[in-house]
């Protein structure tokens, strides 16, 4: 599931910024971009937008800097070592017998000629401000993504509702499919000169009995009633039900193939067929709910 969210914390003179982003995907993958004086607290974060959020590829992204001009960083320039550079390079010229071109950008770039003060390196001291700033940013987060979730659950249960028609329409039409067979069945017999052999011979009887339990579909339709049962379910739950709605998935669409592979009727293909296009919309959705 898609989601945004933002937080800011202030603390000792610094100010964090929290950046959460999530985008749909099957797994749980974060990524945590941290500035470098910050980095001990990746564990902690991940542990946090752990649980919070369930599903999805999700990029924290912290900031930190200075929020009052006493606590930016402070700068010097290391002049003894400027001119070194400048004398040892003046040296080498006259010796290879080249220009001498050291400017002062060229200078400025050299390593160790502008120098820095360490902020507080201590990144616990500051978890406080971080920990609150992702909590902001989650909680706008996990707001965004319950509106998204709320559209997803109206297609959901639009494409169940769709399903338990046509499996309705299959129920219903299952015992005609034994009856047309046999009907068929004589018909050919007739056809073929065979008319002495009668509705209630023995070995006809064995036949249509025989085509009705191998084409029996009461247990798979069953079954798919089942599953239909748990998606609700799963809607009344609070906690995280992408996962297991993708199990269900898999399990309608067992049924559904069986269903079809058993009814040898032209009616309950088309049925099928019409399942199945549901089905794979619903299956489509369903990786994105958390």
Known sequence: MTGYGRGERAQDGYKVTVEVGSVNRKQSEIVVVLPRELEPLEAPVRDEVNRRVARGRLTVRVAWHAAAPEHALRVRLNTPLARAYVREAT???????????????????????????????????????????????????????????????????????????????????????????????????????????????????????????????????????SHFQQFDDCLKSAEPVGRTLDFLAQEMNREVNTVGSKANDGVIARAVVQLKAELEKFREQVQNVE
């Open 91 to 225: 040296r080498l010229a006259k010796e290879l017998k080249l220009e001498t071109t050291l400017g002062l950008d060229t200078l400025l770039r050299l390593p160790g000629i502008i120098e820095t003060e360490e902020a507080p390196t201590e990144a616990q001291v500051f978890w406080p401000a971080v920990s609150a700033a992702l909590d902001q940013a989650l909680t706008g987060l996990v707001k965004m993504r319950q509106r998204e979730g709320a559209h997803l659950g109206k297609d959901l249960k639009a494409r169940i509702a769709a399903m338990r028609r046509l499996a309705g329409q299959v129920q219903r039409h299952a015992p005609e499919v034994a009856r047309r067979y046999q009907q068929q069945l004589q018909e050919r017999l007739r056809n073929a000169g065979l008319a002495g052999l009668v509705a209630d011979d023995e070995r006809l009887l064995k036949e249509v009995a025989f085509f009705a339990d191998r084409s029996d579909i009461s247990e798979e339709l069953t079954r798919l009633q």
